[in-house]
């Protein structure tokens, strides 16, 4: 009888062992189970902001950074209005400087073209009909070569004062070494002399 009393005890003993090793397991793997959902979790948010970050990247978008006036940064809305703002404004410069043109061009034809003005007239109206075309030409150039150093707008103007650039960097705030890139190109595409130079940071 005591015999089969110690069977049963040691029965029971092994039989809550076993109980206790399986809620071990199922509890470390219901741990590892979560850590392997969140960690899948957090590698799909770390991979779609990559991916977002990327896209931008890519997309060569320049965000400047507007200040409202408690110094808090401006919305993205904001943001994007600025960035239309900036691409009308070297549309309509563009535009006011080929009407300019236009208007000087036209009287300066009228000059060529009277019977009653002298040779000379004549002569230095062609002559300036000429290096109309020739610095609509060169303006254009230097835009093209301004653009393709990296600057996402430009616009220049050639009078007998020097030349005038207007540029959009990528990142507000013009350097430097920005200056001096859209320098080297003014100085190769028109001979003029650097302290001729003007280079403006659309604002």
């Known amino acids: ?5 110690n069977g049963a005890v040691i029965s029971v003993i092994v039989l809550l062992l076993c109980v206790a090793v399986y809620l071990n ?3 470390s793997r219901s741990e590892g189970e979560d850590a392997a959902v969140n ?18 990247l890519e997309e060569g978008q320049w965000v400047i950074e507007l200040a409202q006036e408690n110094g808090t940064p401006a919305s993205a809305d904001a943001a994007n209005d600025r960035l239309e ?26 000059t060529a073209a009277r019977e009653d003005v002298s040779e000379e007239a ?13 610095n609509s030409v060169t303006e254009s150039r230097i835009e093209s070569l301004v653009t393709a150093k990296g600057f996402l707008e430009c616009v220049a103007m050639i009078s007998d004062a020097g ?4 540029v959009l960097p990528e990142i507000a705030g013009l350097q ?6 859209v320098k080297d190109i003014v100085i190769q595409e028109t001979g003029v002399s650097a302290d001729m130079i003007r280079v403006i940071e659309s604002q």
Request: hydrophobic share 40%; glycine share 4%.
């Open 1 to 5: 009888m005591h015999i089969k009393k």
């Open 85 to 110: 703002e900036l691409g009308a404004y070297f549309d309509q410069t563009r535009l006011e400087r080929q009407t300019s043109r236009d208007q000087e061009l036209s009287l300066l034809k009228e």
């Open 39 to 56: 960690g899948e979790q957090t590698g799909v948010q770390d991979a779609a902001r990559l991916a977002s970050d990327q896209d931008r």
């Open 163 to 166: 030349v005038s650039v207007v």
């Open 122 to 134: 004549k002569a230095s109206a062609e002559a300036q009909i000429a290096a109309i075309a020739a």
């Open 25 to 27: 397991w199922s509890y």
């Open 176 to 181: 430097a070494s920005d200056v001096a890139k």
